[in-house]
């Protein structure tokens, strides 16, 4: 806001008094008469100590204002996920991803050991600190495993981060090769053409990346030893490409493997397994 802004009527519960408490400690202005809150927008300052609660409300609303703290020199928020009492922050303009503990500290989770280095040499696992960071733009935790995923939209890569710590390759190549081809064999093999976002079946087996320029859904199959990767949503770029330069507009219903996607930026999936493409 350009100015102090008023607040009248608000719930007098504890929630409030843990909001205007985390706020007050990440630099924003709060008075309380008794009557009104008079706020006062001031820039985000951390580290910071913030008092959560049991509710849940400021876990929901603070952690993405704390990652804009102006010491922890944040150049851009690609996505956020909440993971083992951290919330982790991609950070793509950096070319890392952070998390931030409940105590308000802020440190490198993954991160290449150099700008130079950021980009992939054919790594297939590497340590947290040395691992190849472009711009990573989207997170998901496996419901079989726990563990971490992330996906980098400038390498066209999908990573997990292992139990020991370390940064182990899942889809595309280890070189960062862009491109649409290896479907059927294992993920590693193939490549991806700048992906977004992925995610997660409920069951962990299947983990599914909208990749972007490949104008498609697509799916790796983590149960199996070898981790093949498949076409799930989407026809082949150049069909795609083909159909909408003829002025095809795409169809509400039909298979799934037949649709019309344009740069699919986002996947989700239901509890009931329904996939969801954005």
Excluded at 5 to 22: E, F, H, N, Q, Y
Excluded at 59 to 70: D, E, G, I, Q, S
Excluded at 110 to 126: E, K
Excluded at 210 to 215: I, K, Q, T, V, Y
Aim: hydrophobic share 45%; glycine share 14%; proline share 8%.
């Amino acid at each position: 806001a350009e100015g102090p802004s008023t607040v009248t009527g608000a719930l007098r519960a504890r929630d409030t008094s843990l909001m205007i408490g985390a706020l007050r400690a990440l630099g924003t202005g709060v008075d309380d008469d008794g009557d009104a809150l008079r706020i006062v927008s001031a820039p985000v300052r951390g580290p910071a100590h913030v008092d959560c609660g049991l509710a849940g409300t400021v876990m929901r609303f603070v952690p993405p204002v704390a990652a804009l703290a102006t010491e922890a020199l944040f150049s851009s928020i690609g996505g956020l996920i909440y993971h083992q009492g951290e919330l982790i922050v991609a950070d793509p303009g950096n070319h890392r991803i952070r998390a931030i503990g409940r105590d308000g500290t802020i440190r490198a989770l993954i991160a290449p050991a150099s700008l130079q280095a950021r980009s992939p040499s054919g790594q297939t696992r590497a340590p947290a600190l040395s691992t190849p960071v472009e711009a990573p733009t989207g997170f998901a935790v496996s419901p079989a495993d726990g563990l971490l995923y992330w996906v980098d939209n400038g390498t066209s890569q999908v990573w997990r981060r292992t139990a020991a710590g370390e940064s182990e390759l899942i889809a595309g190549s280890p070189t960062g090769v862009r491109g649409g081809d290896g479907d059927g064999g294992p993920a590693i093999a193939a490549t991806l053409d700048v992906p977004f976002g992925i995610a997660f079946d409920p069951t962990g087996r299947w983990l599914y990346v909208a990749d972007g320029g490949n104008l498609r859904v697509r799916r790796v199959d983590m149960q199996a030893a070898d981790r093949p990767i498949t076409a799930f949503a989407g026809v082949a770029r150049d069909v795609a490409l083909g159909r909408l330069l003829a002025g095809e507009v795409p169809a509400a219903t039909g298979p799934a493997a037949d649709a019309l996607l344009t740069v699919p930026a986002s996947v989700l999936v239901g509890p009931d397994g329904s996939v969801y493409v954005g």
